[in-house]
């Protein structure tokens, strides 16, 4: 496929900036977006320029070097004071990916969505008109940049939150427009279904939808233990179920290598009892027993505590329904 039979967005820029350990991954999301669309222009901000070889990105991606940033909280603020200096003045608006989300489906765009200062994935958990949107893919105006910089805009965490709840009324009285969630869900998703084919997404947990299968075993081999704890695990597992065998196996195999390396104290905690009901919910009992046998050496006290679990545990595994092999 040529360019001339791209997508054409002159006046939109692709940006990702990512200086952590998926920066392969957002390299990825970066090469997947410009298959199907061509960009005003593309930039990778990272710290690690010197691990980004001529075969991951094409040569019109600029790689732009840039101070690490070593929290989520780094990452917002520079979002809301930084990028401003880093988009060129030809592009009128910037597309937004991280290393979990790119675009899907070019066929789904609309010269509408420029239009807005911002558009995001919709959240189904707010209230409108505060629910657009998600930040993680996410189309940003020119103006929406220039206007966070002012005194009244401090940058805060996190980033989209900021902007789409708490600085939004007093950006619409400067004049700003953010897409309403009809148009955000024809322009992205993150929590709910791809089946009406956005023109992109975001969140891990669509991966096992979107990658092919050595890719996603791939993506499995490269997660570290702490993944257990993300906020995305339950949902991942939940797609993981409509993987196909390989992949299944992978993941599984994945999960009962990385429960006896999660952090005791974790795996006694809220979180891992959350991850044990998620564990079970999805059926990887093998994963789930191995965790509630590590909860269980706290005393007496856990096995009380998790006898629900564990009576679940037995339930499914008398009724044969462990299909995560």
């Known amino acids: 496929m040529t360019d001339d039979d791209l997508l054409q967005l002159p006046d939109v820029a692709l940006c ?69 200096a880093h988009l060129r003045p030809a592009q009128s608006h910037v597309l937004v990916i ?24 919709p959240w189904p958990h707010l209230p409108a008109p505060h629910d657009v949107g998600n930040g993680g893919f996410s189309l940003r105006s020119r103006r929406l940049l220039e206007l966070l910089r002012e005194p009244q805009f401090p940058p805060e965490h996190p980033e989209d939150v900021c902007i789409g709840v708490r600085y939004r009324p007093a950006l619409e009285a400067r004049g700003l427009r953010f897409a309403d969630a009809a148009l955000a869900r024809r322009f992205s998703v993150e929590e709910g279904s791809l089946e009406g084919r956005p023109f992109g997404f975001h969140g891990p947990f669509h991966l096992p939808e979107v990658l092919d299968t ?13 993944a257990l704890g993300s906020w995305w695990m339950g949902s991942f597992m939940r797609e993981m179920r409509g993987a196909d065998a390989q992949a299944r196996r992978v993941w599984q195999d994945w999960l009962e290598a990385a429960i006896p390396e999660w952090p005791e104290a974790t795996c006694r905690s809220e979180p891992g009892r959350q991850l044990c009901k998620a564990l079970l919910r999805y059926r990887f009992l093998e994963a789930a027993a191995a965790l509630l046998a590590r909860r269980r050496q706290a005393g007496p006290g856990a096995w009380a505590a998790d006898a629900r679990l564990h009576a679940r545990l037995a339930g499914l595994r008398l009724l044969g329904r462990g299909g995560a092999r």
């Not at 991280?98 to 994935?121: M, P, R, T």
């Not at 050595?214 to 702490?226: N, W």
Request: one cysteine or more; proline letters at 3%; glycine letters at 10%.
């Open 16 to 84: 990702c900036i990512d200086c952590t350990d998926r920066l392969p991954w957002s390299l990825r999301a970066m090469r997947q977006s410009l298959a199907q669309v061509h960009f005003g222009d593309a930039v990778l901000l990272t710290d690690r320029v010197g691990q980004v070889g001529e075969a991951d990105l094409p040569a019109s991606v600029r790689r732009v070097g840039i101070e690490p940033l070593r929290s989520v909280e780094a990452y917002s603020r520079f979002m809301l004071d930084g990028l401003l």
């Open 214 to 226: 050595g890719t996603l075993c791939r993506f499995i081999g490269d997660l570290s233990v702490s």
């Open 98 to 121: 991280q290393w979990d989300g790119h675009v899907l489906n070019a066929q789904a765009w609309s010269d509408e969505f420029l239009g807005f200062d911002y558009i995001g994935a």
